[in-house]
Nanobody
């Protein structure tokens, strides 16, 4: 069983930065493909970034490419999302997710209903 706990959200001005963390419990976490998803008010949850088991392969949504960086630290059982040049449209609840059926990075093609583990989410608000 894997539990995911996000942290690092908050209120930031446009152009600012935040780093989200996703702390995972469970010995097998390091073999799972991971990703960050987000849900803005009134919208469906969407893919933001994904990373494979080793951290050597990543995927990004076009809307965040060049501004967000996903990484993972096996020693700390943590996946990070560094968010730079934030825009008001980045305002959303950000969720961390893991797929035990694959060690590959999650992507925009990932069927969210098939993901095994989700965190509780962390709110990111970007003011203009």
């Amino acid at each position: 069983q894997v539990q995911l706990v996000e942290s690092g959200g908050g209120l930031v001005q446009a152009g600012g930065s935040l780093r989200l963390s996703c702390l995972a419990s469970g010995r097998t976490f390091n073999s799972y493909g991971m990703g960050w998803f987000r849900q803005a008010p009134g919208k469906e949850r969407e893919f933001a970034a994904g990373i494979n088991w080793s951290g050597g392969s990543t995927n990004y949504a076009d809307s965040v490419k060049g501004r967000f960086t996903i990484s993972r630290d096996h020693g700390k059982n943590t996946v990070y999302l560094q968010m730079n040049s934030l825009k008001p449209e980045d305002t959303a609840i950000y969720y961390c997710a893991a797929d035990r059926s694959t060690s590959r990075a999650l992507g925009i093609w990932t069927r969210q209903e098939r993901l095994d583990y989700w965190g509780q989410g962390t709110q990111v608000t970007v003011s203009s």
